[in-house]
Nanobody
Framework: VQLQASGGGSVQAGGSLTLSCAAF????????MGWFRQAPGKEREFVVS????????LYADSVKGRFAISRDNAQNTVYLQMNSLKPEDTAVYYC????????????????????WGQGTQVTVSS
């Protein structure tokens, strides 16, 4: 499966952005999806994951209550709604995917993901 992330941009602290990740090439509904981010000089870190059924969502503590993940299997797209953005949210955001037959499986582990998008830059100014 090929992933294409979009929706990044520059906002002021407290603002909102919605990222999208479109999947091509496979049956999207059998893939769990995740978002990771990487700030300059730092390792890539987990942000959020959603099972292919949409029934399970995992969030990093740093984004709980501010970010929300959702998916539209008919549109082969997963969305990340980011609210109350902070300067520390500044990073390149990557969507990722892997296949799992269990509809409620989601993962916060980078190594669980096989397919990666190209990344989209999010910059939050204070």
């Amino acid at each position: 499966v090929q992933l294409q992330a979009s929706g990044g941009g520059s906002v002021q602290a407290g603002g909102s952005l919605t990222l999208s990740c479109a999947a091509f090439g496979r049956t999207f509904s059998s893939y769990f999806m995740g978002w990771f981010r990487q700030a300059p000089g730092k390792e890539r870190e987990f942000v959020v994951s959603i099972s292919w059924s949409g029934g399970t969502a995992l969030y990093a503590d740093s984004v709980k209550g501010r970010f929300a993940i959702s998916r539209d299997n008919a549109q082969n797209t997963v969305y990340l709604q980011m609210n109350s953005l902070k300067p520390e949210d500044t990073a390149v955001y990557y969507c990722a995917a892997n296949r799992n037959s269990f509809g409620r499986y989601a993962s916060c582990t980078l190594d669980d993901y096989v397919y990666w998008g190209q990344g989209t830059q999010v910059t939050v100014s204070s």
